[in-house]
């Protein structure tokens, strides 16, 4: 899981013991996780990765978090 996008892309569901790809709509139960080996290299899952990937914001250099979006809003009205 962690290899294939991690919490990014998979969601686990305590309740009902699966695991489902948030892009994909893709869900099994967690005791089958052969099938998520098997999800993960399905051309339209590695796709919609790459894509997600792409779009994502990497580390520092662009991730907002509280005091530099606020330092960035005061900028906006001085």
Not at 41 to 46: A, G
Not at 49 to 68: M, T
Request: aromatic fraction near 10%; include cysteine.
């Amino acid at each position: 899981v962690s290899n294939n996008g991690g919490a990014d892309v998979w969601n686990y569901d305590l309740e009902n013991k699966s695991i489902s790809c948030r892009f994909c709509s893709f869900s099994c139960p967690s005791r089958s996780l052969w099938q998520v080996s098997r999800h993960s290299i399905t051309s339209d899952h590695i796709n919609k990765l790459k894509v997600f990937q792409k779009h994502k914001i990497q580390g520092d250099e662009g991730e907002l978090n509280g005091s530099s979006f606020n330092l960035d809003v005061a900028k906006l009205f001085v």
